[in-house]
């Protein structure tokens, strides 16, 4: 059981250029989320999707988007990277993002380094 | 001020020690309290998930919740090397994990 999957692990990237976080999910679960983690400030939101068709907006989403390719699958763009978007990414899903109680579970992780 | 406050550590303890890892927050609205483990290069595992206040057990582990004083803890017993890792508090009000809020960490290392 793979869990959630991410890819790439490492990307390199230079101002400006696009890219495009893939994120798969193997448990059958309605909710996925891509956070950002960047040290001294945590794990913050950028999108979430708590049901397939649609998405929303979480607490930094300048400069992302995303799209719910379907109830596995979540991807995350960056249409002109910016060395701010320097972080480590992380794709989750849970259950039902509306409901409390679920555990949410996460990728392994995406390493992005924008010079 | 950040809503939820965690000392980043390093925190160095013999095995065999009993850690305490300890978040504080602001938001008096917040009712789940987790706590995650990441490891080096990895991404967070949920290790405790608590309602409201109270303790509770899971093997090693205690996770306590203090609404009064808005102060949470983790608890280890008996620490392993292989606890070594960063621990993540988080914590929301409700409607789900959208509006989860994280610490920023305590990386734990267990000293053989």
């Known amino acids: 059981n793979a869990g959630v999957t991410q890819t790439p692990k490492f990307q390199v990237l230079k101002t400006g250029q696009s890219m495009t976080l893939q994120c798969a999910q193997d448990?059958?679960?309605?909710?996925m989320y891509w956070y950002r983690q960047d040290p001294g400030m945590g794990l913050r939101l950028i999108y979430y999707s708590a049901s397939e068709g649609t998405t929303d907006k979480g607490e930094v989403p300048n400069g992302y988007n995303v799209s719910r390719l379907n109830k596995r699958e979540f991807s995350l763009r960056l249409e002109s990277a910016a060395p701010s978007q320097t972080s480590v990414y992380f794709c989750?899903?849970?259950?039902?993002?509306?409901?409390?109680?679920?555990?949410?579970?996460f990728g392994e992780g995406s390493w992005l380094t924008v010079v | 001020q950040k809503e939820v406050e965690q000392d980043p550590g390093p925190l160095s303890v013999p095995e065999g020690a009993i850690v305490s890892l300890n978040c504080t927050y602001s938001?008096?609205?917040?009712?789940?309290f987790m706590w995650y483990r990441q490891y080096s290069r990895k991404g967070p595992e949920l290790l405790m998930y608590?309602?409201?206040?109270g303790n509770k057990e899971d093997g090693r582990f205690t996770a306590q919740v203090d609404k009064s004083s808005k102060y949470i803890s983790l608890f280890i017993r008996d620490s392993q090397p292989s606890d070594s890792a960063t621990y993540l508090c988080?914590?929301?009000?409700?409607?789900?994990?959208?509006?989860?809020?994280f610490g920023t960490g305590t990386k734990l290392q267990v000293i053989p």
């Open positions: 448990m059958n679960h309605n909710s």
């Open positions: 608590t309602y409201s206040s």
């Open positions: 989750a899903s849970s259950e039902d993002a509306r409901s409390s109680g679920n555990t949410i579970y």
């Open positions: 938001n008096s609205a917040f009712q789940y």
């Open positions: 988080a914590m929301y009000n409700s409607g789900g994990y959208q509006k989860v809020t």
